[in-house]
């Protein structure tokens, strides 16, 4: 608990993504590289059906810290979870992981998973997406207010940027709310730009992909790791 506790503290957790059947061995050797690495078992689930076993099995032997996230589609995932399906897996796989990525907008819908989490005493992202359409400043810190009443290790938001007005958004939402814990990234035309800029100024998470990406256009984490340094 020590160690996952130091990792938090960071000022910036480098985050390697694995969502396939052949990444799920990186978990359970050490990966130096890496603080933390996400298993995006909604890409895994949406391609083999025999992902439940496939991850416990993986998790079991972790040599990482690991983050949990099971996304969904109107967030940005790859599979179109079951009403039940999602808490049931939750309920599996919480015990095996050392954090937890739930959707601000999902909250609702997972309370059980959430309230699971707390017990456990596993540390939790709490994210907000919006892949398809830029948001506004204004619409950023509604965000913001609603996510505060969750108590979280790291508020993420992830959404558009075509432009660098766009980007600018961003680094006023960063800039500007210092006393939280926040992680902010771009998709789209500004999301390379974004994993350069923000976590200079103070975004705590950076990801990139040890397998494949799990997200359109997200880059291999040893090259984010090497612009970073210079």
Do not use: C
């Not at 739930?102 to 540390?123: H, M, T, V, Y």
């Not at 108590?151 to 432009?163: D, P, V």
């Amino acid at each position: 608990m020590a160690r996952t506790n130091s990792i938090w503290r960071k000022p910036l957790i480098q985050v390697g993504t694995v969502s396939t059947r052949e990444g799920l061995a990186l978990i359970t050797r050490k990966q130096p590289q890496v603080d933390l690495i996400e298993l995006r078992f909604d890409a895994l689930r949406a391609n083999h059906a025999d992902a439940l076993g496939l991850a416990r099995a993986a998790l079991e032997k972790r040599q990482n810290l690991v983050l949990l996230t099971l996304r969904t589609q109107n967030e940005g995932g790859a599979h179109g979870w079951k009403s039940t399906e999602r808490i049931r897996l939750f309920e599996k796989l919480l015990p095996y992981a050392d954090a937890v990525d739930f959707e601000l907008a999902n909250l609702p819908l997972i309370k059980s998973a959430l309230q699971l989490a707390r017990r456990l005493g596993k540390k939790i992202v709490l994210s907000t997406h919006s892949t398809k359409r830029k948001i506004t400043y204004k619409r950023g810190i509604e965000w913001l207010e609603h996510a505060r009443h969750t108590r979280a290790e790291i508020y993420k938001i992830a959404t558009l940027a075509r432009t660098r007005k766009d980007l600018n958004v961003l680094v006023k939402l960063l800039v500007n709310h210092p006393e939280l814990r926040l992680a902010i990234m771009a998709t789209g035309p500004q999301a390379k730009t974004s994993r350069l800029v923000l976590p200079l100024l103070g975004s705590r998470l950076v990801y990139g992909y040890l397998d494949a990406p799990a997200a359109k256009g997200q880059p291999p984490l040893r090259e984010v790791s090497k612009a970073l340094e210079l």
